[in-house]
């Protein structure tokens, strides 16, 4: 069965630092990975993903993510955080395998950049 | 429209009662999902729709839980005799295509609450 851990709750960054959001996963086959971010009182909205190629991928507001294999993990990072990024994280992972379309998504992690 | 809908927005049940909720997919996209989202719980796999097809119904928690698409479009998503524990906020994603690399398009999701 293919899972999702975020091993933390709530991140906290002042802003102007980096910021990091970890996440690793376990799947069967080889892994489409994805990050979402969900602002309050709204739906999720698409960051970035991994499908295969180059393991440093770049997506909306500045958020990149780096896949490693080796330690199954995929973690959200930003140079210069900002307070308009305060909001729950998301990743989420499927199988690549043909007829496996589910996908898992994380606990969520609550990012709080302090002014 | 240009994303995905979901209605109502709210609602508020008394325990027993039965409830629909409805999603409108983002014109042509072939694949649906539902999910549950609840206080600390991340997002809980529900059911997958591939066209008028559920491959994939091994989230429904209960049989009180049913789902289904009609023309390749709209869901509706059914509980019965709806319980305390039933309330969360319930999310319905599509993706196009069979969406077998492409990040998921959610909805604003609908807030159940069963009193």
């Known amino acids: 069965a293919q899972s999702v851990a975020q091993p933390e709750d709530q991140v906290n960054v002042a802003e102007g630092n980096p910021l990091t959001v970890k996440c690793t996963y376990s799947?069967?086959?080889?892994?489409?990975l994805f990050w979402y971010v969900q602002y309050p009182n709204r739906g999720l909205q698409f960051l970035l993903k991994?499908?295969?190629?180059?393991?440093l991928v770049k997506g909306s507001y500045g958020f990149e993510a780096e896949f490693n294999k080796s330690q199954t993990s995929f973690h959200l990072k930003k140079p210069s955080a900002l307070v308009s990024d305060s909001a729950l994280y998301f990743c989420?992972?499927?199988?690549?395998?043909?007829?496996?379309?589910?996908?898992?998504f994380g606990i969520g992690t609550k990012l709080q950049v302090i002014p | 429209g240009a994303g995905v809908s979901q209605s109502p927005s709210n609602k508020v049940t008394e325990k027993g009662k039965d409830v629909e909720l409805r999603c409108d997919p983002i014109?042509?996209?072939?694949?649906l999902y539902w999910y549950r989202q609840s206080l600390g719980q991340g997002l809980e796999f529900l059911i997958y729709?591939?066209?008028?097809?559920?491959?994939?119904k091994s989230g429904l928690p209960s049989d009180r839980f049913s789902a289904e698409r009609t023309g390749g479009s709209v869901s509706t998503l059914t509980i019965q005799r709806t319980q305390q524990e039933d309330s969360a906020v319930y999310l319905c994603?599509?993706?196009?295509?069979?969406?077998?690399?492409?990040?998921?398009?959610f909805g604003q999701g609908t807030r159940l609450t069963v009193v």
């Open positions: 989420a992972v499927r199988d690549n395998r043909r007829g496996y379309q589910k996908v898992t």
């Open positions: 799947v069967s086959g080889n892994p489409y």
């Open positions: 991994y499908i295969t190629g180059d393991n």
């Open positions: 014109s042509g996209h072939t694949a």
């Open positions: 729709f591939q066209g008028n097809s559920a491959p994939d």
């Open positions: 994603a599509s993706l196009p295509n069979g969406g077998v690399n492409t990040e998921a398009f």
